[in-house]
């Protein structure tokens, strides 16, 4: 009985421990390239989850170029996972029965641009506090890029990325003065 306090103190550290290393073990795993984009490349792998996040009352539709420009890693990491990110929020926040994931490239400026956009019922009081919408901006952010969140007038959310692609189309070219 004596040991007990020794016992109760050892235990909660350990139970510390272990919720911290729970949070890094997530965080790193969410942080991985997922494998689809590497089996799929960054279009198909929206196409599917276009297709998966499409139930019930709900369509998911893509509206992307036939092909983009090689991207870096990290540029096709953060568009897939806001994306699925924006998506996501769809499903389970917007009450829509339509939603559009369009994907463009800006060949001249060489910025990629996410967009998600569904005819829901907008953004409530308290939608920025989220720790979806924040991840969202923090990977955009990260790449120097911008995420920005909004219901526009005619109705819905709409979630828009955009992402600079150094060195991806036409950009790397007048870089480098070709």
Not at 21 to 47: I, K, N, T
Not at 88 to 100: D, E, G, I, P, S
């Amino acid at each position: 009985m004596g040991n007990e306090p020794i016992a109760d103190a050892l235990l909660s550290d350990l139970t510390q421990r272990t919720q911290a290393a729970v949070v890094d073990v997530r965080r790193l795993v969410y942080a991985l390239r997922p494998p689809a984009l590497d089996e799929l490349g960054l279009l198909s792998a929206l196409s599917e989850q276009a297709t998966q996040y499409s139930q019930n009352r709900l369509s998911v539709s893509l509206d992307a170029p036939e092909k983009l420009p090689p991207l870096p890693a990290a540029v096709e990491v953060a568009a897939y996972r806001i994306a699925q990110e924006a998506l996501t929020n769809v499903v389970h926040h917007a009450r829509a029965t339509a939603c559009v994931l369009r994907i463009s490239f800006d060949e001249r400026t060489g910025m990629l641009c996410v967009e998600v956009r569904d005819n829901g019922r907008g953004l409530g009081p308290g939608w920025g506090r989220g720790v979806g919408l924040q991840s969202m901006r923090e990977r955009a952010e990260e790449l120097g890029g911008i995420c920005t969140v909004e219901s526009p007038s005619a109705g819905g959310a709409r979630v828009r990325a955009v992402l600079p692609c150094r060195g991806c189309g036409n950009a790397q070219a007048k870089q480098e003065g070709r």
